[in-house]
């Protein structure tokens, strides 16, 4: 689990590929990996990977055919700029919102320019992840926690605070750059709930929250 805050700019030092697989080493930068143990989680651009091997400040991480396909690692290259953030423990602060590091789709930047002291952007999303992206909610782009300013369609707009630009890739974004979004986990579990309720022949159609089970249980006061 991670926030969307990143600490710092990491680089692909080395990448391997097998059948559709592949091994990625990145060099952590100045991001100390003093705590972190074999097993333990990095998100890299957004994308939640376990780390196998660690050696002088650098991390190794496998990238199954599955996240490869729907993220940007399957463009990767040695020298690339990532955005990394170690999983939150019990003591992190919650600074961005809940970003499960699990990729729901490549996003296209359309639009790019200075908006005042921030930098405005303009990204489509795929046509899946659009119901899903809301005004005023929180999506995360390459991993990176940002507030959803306007929608329309399956495109939506950000801001960039120069803080957020320059502690990350998105200082070098283009238009008609690729980015991994993964859209806010609520709306995710919202949908499948409401979906389970509506196609479960096992499930009562009518809502066993009522009044009479919240006083039965001790909600209501008699």
Not at 96 to 104: F, L, M, N, Y
């Amino acid at each position: 689990m991670f926030t969307g805050i990143v600490e710092t700019v990491g680089e692909i030092k080395q990448v391997s590929a097998r059948q559709g697989d592949i091994t990625l080493c990145v060099d952590s930068k100045n991001m100390s990996l003093d705590d972190v143990q074999l097993g333990d989680s990095i998100a890299t651009n957004g994308v939640c990977l376990t780390v196998t091997t660690l050696s002088n400040g650098c991390f190794w991480a496998n990238v199954s055919r599955e996240t490869v396909s729907c993220s940007t690692f399957k463009d990767i290259h040695v020298g690339q700029k990532v955005n990394l953030e170690k999983a939150l423990t019990l003591q992190s602060r919650l600074g961005g919102h809940i970003v499960a590091g699990h990729v729901d789709g490549v996003g296209e930047i359309q639009q790019l320019r200075n908006d005042g002291d921030s930098v405005y952007v303009c990204i489509a999303a795929p046509e899946e992840i659009a119901p899903y992206i809301a005004h005023k909610g929180s999506i995360c782009v390459d991993g990176i926690s940002l507030t959803v300013n306007g929608v329309n369609g399956n495109e939506f707009e950000l801001n960039l605070i120069p803080h957020t630009a320059g502690h990350s890739t998105a200082t070098a974004w283009k238009v008609g750059q690729r980015l991994n979004l993964e859209a806010d986990l609520v709306a995710r579990h919202i949908e499948r709930l409401l979906q389970f309720q509506h196609t479960s022949p096992s499930v009562n159609k009518e809502s066993a929250l009522s009044k009479a089970f919240l006083a039965e249980n001790g909600f209501l006061k008699p």
